[in-house]
């Protein structure tokens, strides 16, 4: 993302400097060495950084550097708004205009101060010549004066008070460069403000860099000042970058009234008094020299997990430490090694990615190097040893992260690679990863289709979507390659089984995002050459790949795309059991397939539509637990799991009694007149009346077995938390009881008891 939206930038950049040459004298301010951290899987990639950072360093030559900052400067002889104006007559016209109003109204505002002051004259000398009217009026006590209600003398003195004048300010700065530049911000354009806006954006956004000042309250926008608002002219709808001043204009104060008295000319008229900044408007915050952050460098580094996050900062090789930290940190911290790994092993980890430049023989160092020669014989060496230690992993689908780390350098080392023997060692090695990865793939199928516990069928299912992507990891190679590699026998079916299990079961929270994005890239790029192979072969070897996932799917009418602007959509029709056809889609950009519009997982819409499931009664009863049966069932039970996770079921036909763990996926059976509860998944076996083992005295949580002759023993063992407490019966001894909690284990393990050894 960051690649395509720098190259988008540098195509807008071009465009700029041929509709504004004067551009070409500044400095974008974009640094080259700005993406040395990222881990680019291709070739292609790494050609696509290389021609980034070799525009980025001419444009950088080509600039004047003695020249004030492009984003920040205002009003300075040498900035880009000032050089513009001075380029173009219809700013010099505007900026005339502008002057050539104000002086008008300035010329007004002398008149109407003049007549004003005469006006105060006049009445001052009314004022002074009257007196004031008085009433005489009788009362008992005697005669008495007082004011009427109206009086000219007060009159005059209330009119005299009323006289003021608003203040005057000029529209624009009296330094002549700050106007010049603010004429330009009135009506910037279009070009410029667009440029300008997409370079903030990288600068911001993309590269995650900040402004190296704090937010200050903004006090008036250029656009909103009432004296220049006639001329402010919008061209493109909002700007990113505008123009804001930290004070108030004159206008907008409390001295924008003034009394007449005493009052001159450069009272009234006054000089502007707004001070201009530029202001981002998406961050709030004053335009300045920004500052890298590591926000970027972080983004493209391999996350560790939790449990070894204090790995995490020997993995952080910004571009101002692209050695990392300092060979002697390990040392000086050994006290943080995590409790899962030994100090030797931390060292060790600690080793991997030491260095810059340096060839290293380790997996997770190849995966970092930014400039590694995959030409020399270490390299195919490299290869080789993968194909070594695969055949160790081979039979355990666990260690799925160990064949995604090998397929991912890999891939990486087939393209960077120009060397044949290298290549053809990648190949070779990544069709054996294929071969094993799809036999876990089958597997983890068979079992997730087969397992009664819901709690296990989604583990599996999650499991399943993990290894659908490594297949799908091993198709991530460059277009002339991918043709032949994906013609190759079964690769076909591999790759769109792997696509329907990851769009059914693969969980779209935070943790697989970035998984997924890298599979809608491959499918974006190579869906092209899937619609040509499923249409030109009429879709045989796709339909066995549906089959495959869907037993029931029966060849059907062919294979197309379902109209011309939905390429990517493909359709077929087939018969169903009932006689009725079936709509079937696929959907080659993300692998989804949907029968009649819903995935393979959902339950027909016949189904769903039906209101509620109806109860069959059969010859089976439900015991309750509460009764004597139930308690006795209690205590043999008890040690593994509560009575109310038990069913307990009389089967009235065959005259057993059913006991089921349905989370444990266990069942035992007591038929008539018989005392034993038999295993059923474990034939010739029952519980054991003895308890007792020998040793693990102090585990509670646990069942044993025995056969008919009491020749065997086995023990079945809860997975789940731990707690433990003292043997309250026994204090004296010091004994401990361990207790699985129950409610927190899913499966149990058996193990068999060696009677010779107790």
């Known amino acids: 993302m960051v690649l395509a939206l720098t190259e ?11 509709q504004i040459p004067l551009l070409c004298d500044y400095d974008p301010r974009i640094p080259s060495y700005l993406f040395q951290s990222f881990l680019l899987p291709s070739r292609d990639n790494i050609r696509r950084l290389a021609k980034i950072e070799q525009y980025l360093r001419q444009r950088f030559q080509i600039a004047d550097q003695s020249l004030p900052n492009i984003f920040t400067s205002f009003g300075g002889l040498k900035t880009f708004a000032v050089r513009y104006y001075g380029q173009l007559a219809i700013y010099q016209r505007l900026l005339g205009k502008i002057e050539a109003e104000a002086a008008r109204n300035c010329t007004a505002k002398i008149t109407e101060l003049s007549n004003i002051q005469a006006q105060h004259e006049r009445l001052r000398k009314l004022y002074k010549a009257a007196n004031c009217e008085y009433l005489l009026q009788n009362k008992r006590k005697g005669a008495i004066l007082y004011q009427g209600g109206y009086c000219t003398k007060c009159s005059y003195k209330r009119q005299i008070n009323s006289l003021n004048i608003n203040i005057f300010e000029w529209p624009l700065p009296r330094n002549q460069t700050n106007a010049q530049n603010t004429v330009f911000k009135l009506c910037p354009p279009c070009t410029f403000s667009k440029w300008r806006d997409a370079t903030a954006f990288i600068h911001i956004n993309v590269s995650m860099c900040k402004y190296g000042s704090t937010t200050r309250d903004r006090v008036q926008s250029l656009k909103s000042y009432s004296a220049l608002r006639p001329y402010f002219k919008n061209i493109y709808g909002n700007q990113r970058i505008g123009l804001w001043s930290l004070t108030k204009p004159n206008a907008r104060t409390y001295r924008r009234l003034k009394a007449v008295p005493y009052l001159e000319i450069h009272n009234i008229c006054l000089n502007n008094g707004m001070t201009y900044y530029y202001f981002d408007d998406k961050c709030t915050n004053y335009v300045t020299s920004t500052i890298i952050t590591e926000k970027l460098v972080m983004s493209c580094t391999f996350k560790i997990p939790p449990k070894s996050k204090v790995l995490q900062k020997y993995l952080f090789k910004p571009s101002t430490s692209p050695n990392g930290l300092p060979p002697n940190n390990i040392i000086a911290h050994q006290t943080e090694y995590p409790a899962h790994l030994s100090t030797e092993k931390y060292k060790n980890l600690y080793l991997i990615p030491l260095g810059h430049k340096i060839q290293w023989l380790n997996i997770l160092h190849q995966l970092t190097m930014p400039s590694i020669n995959f030409g020399k014989a270490e390299t ?30 890999a891939i990486r080392t087939f393209s960077l690679s120009n060397n044949k023997n290298v290549q053809f060692c990648c190949l070779k090695f990544l069709l054996k990863a294929r071969a094993i990865a799809f036999i876990w793939f089958a597997k983890i199928r068979t079992k997730a ?67 997924l994005t890298r599979w809608r890239k491959l499918y974006y790029r190579t869906h092209a050459i899937f619609i040509k192979s499923i249409v030109s072969e009429n879709g045989y070897t796709f339909n066995l790949t549906i089959q495959a996932t869907w037993p029931e799917y029966s060849r059907g009418i062919g294979w197309k795309t379902v109209s011309p602007s939905s390429c990517n959509w493909l359709k077929t029709a087939i018969k169903a059991v009932c006689g009725h056809f079936l709509a079937v889609h696929f959907n080659v950009l993300i692998g989804k397939l949907l029968v009649n519009g819903a995935p393979l997982s959902r339950l027909p819409s016949s189904f769903e539509r039906k209101n509620k499931w109806k109860f069959e009664k059969l010859n089976q009863r439900l015991v309750s637990p509460l009764n004597s049966t139930g308690n006795v069932m209690k205590a043999c039970f008890e040690p593994i799991k509560n009575i109310k996770h038990i069913h307990l079921i009389l089967e009235g036909d065959f005259g057993i009694f059913a006991i089921k763990l349905p989370k444990f996926d266990l ?65 004296q001894q010091n004994h401990v009881i361990i207790i699985i909690t129950k409610g927190t284990a899913s499966l149990t393990h058996f193990y068999n008891v060696d009677t010779r050894l107790g």
């Not at 988008?8 to 041929?18: G, T, V």
Request: proline share 2%; net charge positive.
């Open 449 to 515: 289709t087969g397992a009664r516990i819901q709690q296990s069928q989604l583990e599996l299912k999650q499991k399943l979507a993990e290894i659908a992507l490594i297949c799908l990891e091993i198709f991530d190679i460059q277009i002339p390659y991918f043709e032949s590699f994906f013609k190759a026998p079964g690769h076909i079916s591999i790759f769109f089984q792997s696509c329907i299990a990851k769009c059914e079961y693969l969980a779209a929270n935070s943790a697989n995002r970035r998984a």
């Open 8 to 18: 988008l930038w540098i195509a807008c950049d071009k465009i700029a400097k041929n």
């Open 667 to 731: 069942g035992f059976t007591l038929k008539a007149s018989l005392t034993k509860l038999r295993f059923r998944q474990f034939i010739g076996m029952h519980i054991d009346s003895d308890q007792s083992i020998g040793y693990l005295s102090g585990l509670s949580s646990k069942l044993l077995f025995t056969n008919n002759t009491g020749s065997k023993r086995a023990v079945i063992i809860p997975d789940g938390d731990v707690i433990w407490r003292e043997n309250r019966l026994q204090p």
């Open 380 to 409: 195919a060496a490299t290869v080789n040893y993968f194909q070594q230690t695969t055949n160790r992993v081979r039979n355990n689908w666990e260690l799925t992260r160990t064949l995604s780390i090998f397929i991912s350098v």
